[in-house]
């Protein structure tokens, strides 16, 4: 019976496999093969020239690609960061038993229901020369004339990571609550009779117990934050003069606007091993946390 049980099982589990193979697996091994290939559309009858790793040594000398990298990594860094903060606020506004709290915790995950594009449609819209933004901020004779949000570099990356942090937040206030979900009250009955405040049983309760949720929590918004490309595309479109362009969509373009196939699949390549890099990283402070 449980030799039946066991191959019934792995019946049951060979079409997600099959699934993994078709479209992750063979994607993925045929982009680190084709990294290695000088390819082209407008010579595809050639065939692809085998190149070995110039195409790597092309990008580390690319400075549009560094250019790209960084913004990648900025944004990432501080997107992550106020999701994080903002995210923890919710969590803890939504854990608190307050009329109307099913209100609440529906109306904070609107945003995140959005869908990407319409959500980056939208704060364009905000955003635009006539938009309400700039209306507000005239309206207190905050600005003389409307502002370029988009066509300015630096405001262009401001009201892009404004974007994502309404559009992101909502998801980390989700997997934060479900943490904080999991803690006893007894912990802060507890503290409350010893005199601990809110501050304490936060720094010393709250933190602590939901340390492995906010790791997993902050990983996943990384490796999202990192392929960002739908928000940057509907809002800037990389604007302006790709200034706001990342990685992914340096990839993508190389890839299928500009037909270099090869160089294309190299940059996509070096975005897997810098998101292999964090992913290990978090996992393994996770191993080290629970070792202890």
Known sequence: MNKKSTRMGYLMLLPSVLLILVL???????????????????TAALGPKFVGFRNYVKAFQDEHFWDTLWWTLAFTAVSVALELIIGMGLALLM??????????????????????????IIWTQFFAQNGIVNSTLAAFNLIKEPL?????????KLTILIADVWKNTPYMSLLLLSGLLTISRDYYEAAEIDGAGKFRQFTHITLPLIKATMSVTVLFRIISAMRVYDLIVAMTAGGPAGRTETVSMYAVNTYFTYGNTGYGATLSVLM??????????FVDSLKTKGSV
């Open 24 to 42: 992750i697996l063979y994607p993925t091994v045929n982009t680190i093969y084709q990294s290695f290939f000088e390819i082209r559309t407008q």
């Open 95 to 120: 854990n608190r038993k307050i009329p109307g709290q099913g209100l609440v915790r529906t109306a904070v995950l609107i945003p995140w229901g959005i869908p990407t594009v319409v959500s980056g």
């Open 148 to 156: 370029s949000w988009l066509g300015n570099e630096w405001l262009a």
């Open 272 to 281: 897997l091993i810098i998101s292999v890099g964090i992913s290990m990283f």
